[in-house]
């Protein structure tokens, strides 16, 4: 599923958003990553290390009906919905596409492989915040694919992550119900453009970073 390597051997590496494009913070709008002087970004743009250790998270916005697929965890300071996903294994070359199917595959018993369109990215989001005991924040750079999935796949999807021993529940909740939710990663403010078909056509939208200003760790 992942769109084919660069010329003879080389990776492609994500730039530094965070240094190049605006950040208009929180509540600020949303920018195409053209638009703030950034080449498009596909599914095969690769991890690379900018400004400091950044680790890529890959992760889906699963779409049916007008609701979309939420892990709920119950976290010490409250209820937290993550999107479906996981960590890129940079270190062996895997791509973030490769790392999208394997994760959702793993949370929920989802190939992605038979969609009948692949995921599309959509949103790319910094992340730089404080975890409670630490003294390093926490940096992630959240890649958002988007996939709506048909009637017999949703029926296929996990009711628990498979992979999690707590099983955290997979649910599956109007869009608008979710966007108020406290969302990892903080895409509640533009949740509603991924049931929208034509939403990443120029290109995928860089949007506000997560810092410890805007964005409760839980």
Known sequence: MAAGPGP????????DLVQRAPDPGRGGRAHHLAQAGLPGLGPAVTAGTVAGAVRVRVCA???HDGRVCLIRRQREAGLQHSLPGGVVEDEVGEEPADALRRELLEELGLDLAVLP????LHFVQDQETERPGEVE?????HLVYVAHLPDHLVQAVAA????DPGQA??????????AGLHLYPDVGDVLDQAVQPDT???????LPAMTSASYQWR
């Open 160 to 163: 628990v992550e498979q992979d």
């Open 117 to 120: 369109a692949p995921p599309v």
């Open 200 to 206: 990443a056509a120029g290109g995928p939208l860089l």
């Open 61 to 63: 916005v699963l779409v």
């Open 137 to 141: 924040p926490f940096r992630r750079r």
């Open 8 to 15: 003879a051997g080389q990776r492609r590496v994500l730039p």
């Open 169 to 178: 529940p997979v649910v599956w909740l109007p869009v608008a119900d979710a």
